[in-house]
């Protein structure tokens, strides 16, 4: 899976990569986990990866909070 990637390799674009699948997957705690951990990493994230990370924060809380309502 993703987060091992990192540890092979570590990028932070695989935990933004893995935060994605996990979401996709259905699992939001794992998604937040995931964007935790590369955000957690020494230095800043680049802004492309910062606006990748805000666009999952978006997507993590429209998911929890299900499908919108008329």
Do not use: C, K, M, V
């Amino acid at each position: 899976d993703f987060e091992h990637a990192f540890d092979a390799l570590p990028n932070r674009r695989n935990l933004l990569t893995g935060a994605e699948a996990w979401l996709r997957a259905g699992d939001p705690a794992a998604a937040r986990r995931a964007l935790a951990r590369a955000r957690a990493r020494p230095g800043e994230l680049s802004p492309d990866l910062e606006r990748a990370a805000a666009t999952l924060d978006t997507l993590i809380l429209q998911y929890e909070a299900g499908p919108a309502r008329p």
